[in-house]
């Protein structure tokens, strides 16, 4: 079984900055990739940006150029740099991780994590 910890969630106002930190743990875990999702209230969980263990980095179009994910500093560890936070960021944000390669290379589907966390609040006030 996979233990995942979130760090980083808080409440900041529009154009601030946050980082998220996720260390996942299990025996033998190898991660092929980790990354992040969000959920906003009455939405679905939406992909934000992952990177694989050979350092590719996938983002979505409303995070480019805001957002960086990055590596930590042991294995199964990524941290999520967001800044110019926008009102429209404000959701829960849940680290996921996937032993696999991403079946079709579709890296911002939920199906293809196979391992989350339980999400921590990031509020982002106008």
């Known amino acids: 079984q996979v233990q995942v910890q979130e760090s980083g969630g808080g409440s900041v106002h529009a154009g601030g900055s946050l980082t998220l930190s996720c260390a996942a743990s299990g025996r033998a875990l190898v991660s092929y990739a980790m990354g992040w999702f969000r959920q906003a209230p009455g939405e679905a969980r939406e992909f934000v940006a992952a990177?694989?263990?050979?350092?590719?980095?996938y983002y979505s179009d409303s995070v480019k150029d805001r957002f960086t994910i990055f590596a930590g500093g042991a294995e199964n560890t990524v941290s999520l740099q967001m800044n110019s936070l926008k009102p429209d960021d404000t959701a829960v944000y849940y680290c996921?991780?996937?032993?696999?390669?991403?079946?079709?290379?579709?890296?911002?589907?939920?199906?293809?994590?196979?391992?989350w966390g339980q999400g921590t609040q990031v509020t982002v006030s106008s």
């Open positions: 996921a991780g996937s032993r696999t390669p991403f079946y079709n290379g579709n890296y911002s589907s939920t199906e293809n994590y196979d391992y």
């Open positions: 990177r694989t263990y050979h350092n590719i980095e």
